[in-house]
């Protein structure tokens, strides 16, 4: 254990040179880094501007991309040019730079005077002093400073990977709010259908009111179905939009989607590695390790007693000056930062700590939604190639038995109804696999969505159909 | 007296073992090949035997051969297993005797002794109840009570003198409900050794019975106990029955035999009437027999009848129960009568895309039947005639009476004379009778039209009530029939 620290102390050291090297540059060149390493990951194309803080839905392109039926690029494009938090993250950015450069500084050397006015005549001492511990600190200073910088580098990275994916999860979720209602409208047409011809029936004075009352249930449950998915695609809707980042009267988004199951992510031999390879989450975790490291050996040389130095000047009442050197220093007798060392120490062993546990759990993640990938999309699979026809292959088949008269249009409807009904596990399926595709994804672009691991729900099975036996 | 064999020996023990062979490969692969062309003699004129008798004639069906030893009749039944065709479009896998369904019939002698082997092909046990005949009992034929059963592919030897004669049945007596229902059955024949007069010139056979194949389905429900819809005159249901030919001045006799599993038969004849002249009980004597037009032969009878023909034209000859004369029909349809089919139909096309008419054979030509029948099914069909379709199936058949035919070949449907056939009358006909149809549209008091014949003058110089309050067309309207509907209503009006 112990030579495994030392190994992963000497890696970060190693690392830490690198990032040494990069903090020389401005803000700029750190948003710069960021927007093609996330363009790069999150598969963006090419990196978009950093939004401007004052309105930017006015931006061209924005408008531009809103008028087009919305594809998930394109609401991916305009989320990066148009939600705020975007902006907000890149602010990190600026501070942690303004940071490293503030760590930079020496301290400004302090200047005294003092006067005593005597009988005789003033006396007056003027001084100069400079904290020499300083020159020794500064650097150390630097490198704390340069691998904060790293860690919110990678931070905002992850974050902003996380908005992508966050927008393409809204986006697969409003796709397939807008599927449902259209199964759901199919169904109620459906239902709709066989209620109106009951309606004949019975005022022909050929079915019973219990027949019909029969009839008017199913066809009202179908609509009450339609309203409910209905307003659950219209709830849908409100996470995109913030996400887009729109603001003023609710906007007609119209939503291009798909419908099949999602392809596999490439390589998917060994996810685990992928995701350890390419985790921000650990990246920053790397990087707050060598902060912390940084600064334990920045809180033991704060320890040290080295003398504040400088010159002093003193005018005797008499009327001579006298010039000579100053040498200030604490004596460590009480404080020698040892509860400085030690909460630094503590800290750079609790960061540590937490980067094994994190590199356990991106692992584990990526096995499980992994797992959940393709379990989800060999179900939707099966629900589409071989599940699905098998339903419309009943419809048929019933539909012959109506063509010998061995049962009513009734019994067609009924199952062409129960047919509508099982795209909805379908829909719901597809849903999901796109969802946890992203979720995947987005773990392989490098950011540990914790609340993406929480149990999926099984969708509620379809109907089980039924021979058809006639009204 | 020994009778000639209808087949030398030797044909007959090739043609045993030929059929033996095909049933054990049949019993085999429980996928028999298809019943052989029907050879029955039904419809040529069969001439009398030297003792007097005339051989009767199985319409769809054949007569046992059988063989003289040592002056016993043999005969030959082998139960195996068989597809059989009830009519085009509707195949079944079934039982039957011989590779045929039913079993052929039996023909002999009052008097003489006959021995009638009966191997067993099949997956299970079997017996055969001699049904009607007075025999010895360890002959009956009741597994378990009289004999053990026959266990497959064993051969068991019945033997026994006729002490009577009449129309008898013979029929599987061990797991009945399934062997019946499967279809192992067939008519036994004794004609009489002294007959009180002439043959018949025309003696027919024909067993009823029935069973349940759902549409789509090959094999018949033997659990079914009173949904049956296939019902059959000698395993065949119209339009697939054979007619039953006569001349003018024939004297007739149909025998008819009820093996069905619950429902007894009306059986209607058109055109004329018959005398019953006996069951499988015995003669009915002459005092006890009165003109009818319908005999109901119950379940597990046989009623025998006979009548001359004279009247020439197509008879139909069938069940008076209308459910009997469907094929395949439905009884789980709304009732759509009174209401437009075609917005049923138009309901079910919207939602189911590729829904088109249904097999309709009144449906205009070329129209598409993407929809199609399930497989194996004559649903609701019944078959063509002179004038257009015949919503018949089922147990109908007909009875073609000729004036002057040289053969019992089916000679065709009749060429109606001129000015004899009931047709759509004319303006002038309905004025020159008094027929006010506008009148007869008017409403009535019950919401009803009028009478057809226009009544007298009414006091106020109308015909009718004037409607009522509530209705003031006071009419209830029923929807015109389809075009497509014209002879072919079907259940529900479609």
Redesign the interface.
């Given at each position: 254990m112990r030579r495994t620290q030392t190994l992963l102390m000497l890696g970060l050291l190693a690392a830490g040179g690198c990032v040494r090297s990069r903090t020389d540059g401005g803000v700029g060149l750190s948003v710069e880094r960021v927007r093609s390493d996330v363009a790069r990951r999150a598969g963006v194309g090419e990196p978009t501007p950093v939004p401007a803080p004052e309105a930017p839905s006015a931006d061209p392109a924005v408008a531009r991309l809103l008028a087009e039926p919305l594809v998930e690029a394109a609401a991916v494009k305009v989320a990066l040019l148009n939600n705020r938090s975007v902006r907000e993250l890149y602010e990190r950015l600026g501070i942690a730079r303004a940071e490293l450069l503030q760590a930079g500084l020496l301290k400004n050397p302090v200047f005294s005077a003092n006067a005593k006015f005597f009988a005789d005549g003033p006396e007056i001492e003027l001084g100069l002093a400079q904290s020499f511990l300083d020159l020794f600190l500064v650097p150390l200073r630097r490198r704390v400073a340069a691998a904060d910088l790293c860690a919110e580098e990678a931070a905002v990275a992850r974050d902003l990977v996380r908005l992508v994916f966050d927008v393409r999860r809204a986006f697969a979720t409003v796709w397939a709010g807008e599927a449902m209602v259209a199964m759901r409208r199919e169904a109620s047409t459906a239902a709709t259908v066989s209620r109106d011809l009951m309606r004949k029936l019975h005022a022909a004075g050929n079915a019973l009111d219990t027949q019909l009352t029969i009839e008017e249930v199913n066809a009202a449950r179908a609509q009450l179905y339609l309203e409910a998915a209905e307003a659950l695609a219209q709830d849908a809707r409100e996470p995109l939009i913030v996400l887009l980042g729109l603001s003023g009267r609710a906007p007609a988004l119209t939503v291009a989607g798909r419908l099949d199951p999602p392809p596999l992510p490439e390589d998917m031999g060994d996810a685990g590695a992928r995701a350890l390879a390419s985790s921000l989450d650990l990246s920053e975790s790397s990087a707050r390790i060598r902060s912390a490291m940084f600064r334990a050996g920045l809180v033991r040389r704060e320890a040290w007693p080295v003398p504040d130095g400088g010159g002093a000047g003193k005018r005797e009442s008499a009327g001579g000056w006298g010039f000579g050197p100053e040498v200030s220093t604490p004596i460590p007798i009480f404080d020698q930062g040892q509860a400085r060392s030690l909460a630094a120490g503590a800290t750079l062993r609790q960061r540590m700590a937490r980067h094994a546990q994190l590199s356990v759990e991106v692992e584990s993640a990526a096995r499980r939604l992994q797992a959940r990938l393709t379990s989800l999309r060999e179900r939707a699979h099966y629900l589409r190639d071989t599940y699905l026809p098998l339903r419309e292959r009943l419809v048929k088949e019933v539909l012959q038995f109506y063509n010998a008269m061995q049962v009513g249009a009734f019994d067609v409807l009924s199952a062409k109804q129960q047919a509508i009904d099982a795209r909805r596990e379908y829909i719901e399926t597809t849903r999901d696999a796109w969802i946890v595709s992203l979720d995947l994804q987005e773990l392989l672009a490098g950011s540990l969505n914790p609340y993406r691991l929480e149990a999926l729900p099984l969708p509620d099975a379809a109907e089980h159909p039924e021979l058809p036996k006639g009204h | 007296m020994p009778m000639p064999m209808p087949m030398p020996g030797r044909g007959f023990l090739l043609a045993g073992i030929g059929v033996a062979v095909m049933c054990l490969a049949a019993a085999a692969a429980d996928d028999p090949p298809e019943h052989p062309p029907d050879d029955a003699p039904g419809h040529e004129a069969s001439n009398p035997q030297p003792n007097g008798y005339r051989p009767v004639i199985t319409p769809n069906g054949t007569t046992l051969p059988f063989r003289v030893v040592d002056g016993v009749k043999v005969y030959h039944l082998i139960a195996a297993a068989v597809r059989h065709e009830f009519a085009p479009g509707l195949t079944g896998r079934l039982w039957g005797f011989n590779g045929q369904v039913h079993g052929p019939t039996i023909e002999a002698v009052e008097g003489d002794r006959v021995r009638i082997y009966v191997t067993n092909h099949l997956p299970e046990p079997t017996s055969i109840h001699w049904h009607g005949l007075h025999i010895t009992n360890g002959m009956d034929g009741v597994s378990g009570m009289t004999q053990r059963a026959i266990e497959p592919g064993e051969t068991f030897r019945y033997e026994f003198d006729l002490r009577q004669h009449g129309t008898f049945m013979y029929h599987s007596h061990h797991n009945e409900q399934v062997q019946m229902a499967m279809g192992l059955m067939g008519m036994f024949v004794i004609h009489p050794r002294e007959p009180g007069g002439p043959p018949p010139d025309r003696d027919f056979v024909i067993l009823l019975s029935e069973w349940k194949m759902?549409?789509?389905s090959e094999r018949p429900d033997p659990f079914e106990m009173i949904d049956f819809n296939v019902l059959t005159f000698n395993a065949k249901v119209f339009p697939a029955t054979a007619p039953l030919v006569a001349k003018i001045g024939d004297r007739v006799r149909i025998r008819i035999g009820n093996l069905s599993a619950t429902d007894h038969h009306p059986i209607h004849m058109h055109g004329g009437s018959f005398r019953v002249i006996e069951t499988d009980g015995g003669p009915i004597p002459e005092a006890g027999q009165w003109p009818e037009t319908t005999v109901l032969v119950p379940v597990g009878s046989t009623r025998t009848v006979e009548f001359v023909a004279s009247n020439p034209g197509d008879w139909a000859l069938h069940c008076h129960m209308t459910h009997h004369t469907m094929n395949?029909?439905?009884?789980?349809?709304?009732?759509?009568?009174?209401?437009d089919p075609s917005?049923?139909?138009q309901?079910?096309m919207?939602?189911?895309a590729?829904?088109l008419p249904?097999?309709d054979p009144t449906a205009e030509e070329g129209t598409a039947?993407m929809?199609?029948?399930?497989k194996n099914?004559i649903?609701?069909l019944g078959g063509d005639g002179p004038f257009g379709y015949i919503p018949m199936g089922g147990m109908f058949t007909v009875i073609k009476v000729r004036e002057s035919i040289e053969n019992y070949e089916d000679p065709g449907w009749y060429e109606q004379p001129e000015g004899t056939v009931a047709e759509a009358a004319t303006a002038e006909e309905l004025e020159r009778d008094g027929i006010d149809l506008e009148a007869a549209t008017r409403p009535t008091e019950n919401g009803g039209p009028h009478a057809t014949q226009a009544p007298p003058s009414s006091p106020d110089g109308g015909h009718g009530s004037p409607p009522s309050p509530s209705n003031p067309e006071g009419v209830e309207r029923e929807v015109p029939p389809q075009k497509r509907g014209e002879g072919h209503e079907?259940?529900?009006g479609?």
């Open positions: - | 759902d549409p789509g395949q029909m439905g009884h789980n349809l709304p009732n759509l009568t009174g209401l917005d049923f139909d309901a079910v919207d939602l189911v590729d829904r249904r097999n039947d929809g199609g029948s399930p099914t649903a609701m079907g259940h529900g479609r």
